[in-house]
């Protein structure tokens, strides 16, 4: 995958006529004016960052950021920048940033922008955050429920792939938002996400979200990634689950017999026992599926199976 000069694709040079009108209407306000906060906390920069008003943003921008008020927050903790991204205004991110904003900046949830691209689905801001060239953004930065960008990428694409298992045929606003959800995922990973990073509050990987949720393509292509400790990967635990684990107590699940394989094939253990001394088959559900599941678990490794569903991401 290749992110070469992605300005070209993202961003446009602004309408200089349209420029020139805005900064003369922003020349008439006086300080406190362009510094005014509505009861939402939020400033002219604010609510044209989320109209997607660019050239009126840039104009403000210009004032703010002599005024060094590029990062003031509303009262949920957003600045103009944070607010741009929740809205999917790239141009304006990629100016905002231009200007100096701090792409590190989190709200009161602890989300940086980079949390809140993952979690709508939005790859032009991620893309054009890091086609800045700042080397101080943080891919690894935690938001308050302890999960990384990479994390709530993986997460949102859980709700999709949720979606998709529900709806049939599939609208295409449901194909988009999954595409888009994978191309966070892949540029996150490009970027310098760690896969192996784990949540503070419960020590899950994207491996462990991933088969909690049943969703098997995108354990496949977490366990395909090149030039990886597969074994250790797999084997990770989350207060004493491995992803295994995760798999066996799926309850009744399409794709769980598929996911075991998936898990074995790439050096899962079985005998591992959580914190409750439990192996793997011990938390097959009951009945006939749990028990032809039983000798795959005993065996331990397997081969891929042609028997996997075909996957993509």
Known sequence: MCITNPEMTLVTDLDPALLEQARAEIRNMDVVQLLHQDGDGDTILHLYAAMGMRSHAYAVAEQYQELGQLDVKEHKGKTPLLVATAANQAEIVHDLIAFGADVNAADQKGQTALHLAATYGFPNIIQVIFASGLNT???????????????CAV?????????QS?????????????????????????????????????????????????????????????NMDTKMFVNMKAHGNTALHMAAGLPEHPYQEHIIRLLLSHGADPTIRNLENDQAVHLLPPGKAGEQMKPLLKRGRVMSSSRNPSVSL
């Not at 609208?171 to 959800?181: F, K, V």
């Not at 892949?186 to 949720?213: M, P």
């Open 137 to 151: 953004v943080n891919v690894e930065a935690r938001n308050f429920e302890g999960l990384t960008p990479l994390h």
């Open 155 to 163: 997460i949102s694409q859980n709700a999709t792939f949720r979606k």
């Open 166 to 226: 529900a709806l049939c045929p599939l609208p295409e606003s449901i194909l988009i938002r999954n595409q888009e959800n994978q191309r966070c995922i892949q540029l996150l990973l490009q970027l310098g996400a760690i896969y192996t990073s784990q949540d503070i509050k419960s020590n899950k990987t994207v491996l462990h979200f991933a088969v909690q949720e049943g969703n098997f393509p995108l354990a496949n292509f977490f366990l395909e990634l090149p």
